[in-house]
């Protein structure tokens, strides 16, 4: 399976190409779900562009974007979003429209508790494990480990070609994780295209969008998220699309 990651915390100064309003991430989704994305990630955005999990930002996103699709739509509690966890806790509690599945990325302050907070609600959790950080130690020793839906690792190195793939391997083989529970694996900027490759020969959940990268894999500027789906499943670098 293929997730497209339609925004992530990039805005209209990296590219003309992200969407950031309800209806620009509804039709980005639609597009990028018509060259064969299976789920569709946002970063739920305000009028001014900051990300945010309020439910006055986030109810209209997930029906917009739901009305386009019938895939999952995932969001995250990035610290990014909300940076004190008890006030993420108090925005999950208030959320009236409720997500497919969250993200928490477990390095950041507070993760067990919004955690916590998400299953409380019948919220699917992803546990975010990122390389460089001790977010994976800490979820080892977490009791709500046996709990999450699915593992999202990150490698959040710079380094394109082997160097990323090896980075990646190394990282998965010291993780310890529930048995069956299914691991999302990518990269960003210059590792998302061999860590991505990495993943589908694994067999892991793979991923791209704009979140993860502005460029293809000849490094030409993608055009939009179908057309980094498109290259992603099939190769092709002309997807009719210049959104």
Not at 163 to 172: D, K, P, T, V, Y
Request: aromatic residues 4%; contains cysteine; proline residues 10%.
């Amino acid at each position: 399976m293929l997730q497209v990651c339609l925004n992530g915390a990039r805005g209209p100064g990296d590219s003309a190409a992200i969407p950031m309003s309800p209806e620009s991430l509804a039709e980005s989704a639609a597009r990028a779900v018509a060259a064969g994305a299976g789920e569709v990630r946002v970063h739920p955005r305000t009028p001014c562009g900051g990300t945010s999990l309020s439910p006055r930002v986030l109810t209209p996103v997930l029906s917009s974007v739901r009305a386009a699709v019938g895939t999952p739509v995932p969001v995250t509690t990035a610290v990014a979003a909300e940076p004190d966890p008890g006030r993420r806790v108090e925005r999950i509690r208030s959320w009236a429209v409720l997500p497919d599945l969250v993200s928490v990325d477990w390095h950041e302050p507070g993760a067990e508790e919004v955690a916590g907070a998400l299953l409380e609600r019948g919220i699917g959790v992803e546990a975010g494990l990122w390389a460089r950080t001790d977010g994976h130690e800490r979820f080892a020793r977490s009791p709500l480990a046996p709990r999450v839906r699915r593992v999202l690792v990150k490698v959040p190195y710079p380094p394109a070609g082997s160097g990323a793939g090896e980075a990646s391997r190394s990282f998965l083989a010291g993780l310890e994780l529930p048995p069956v529970v299914p691991v999302l694996l990518h990269g960003e900027d210059g590792s998302a295209w061999p860590v991505l490759r990495l993943a589908r020969r694994l067999g892991l959940v793979a991923r791209i969008g704009l979140e993860d990268t502005l460029l293809l894999p000849d490094d030409t500027r993608a055009r939009s998220n179908a057309e980094l789906v498109a290259a992603a499943l099939t190769g092709r670098r002309d997807f009719p699309d210049t959104t």
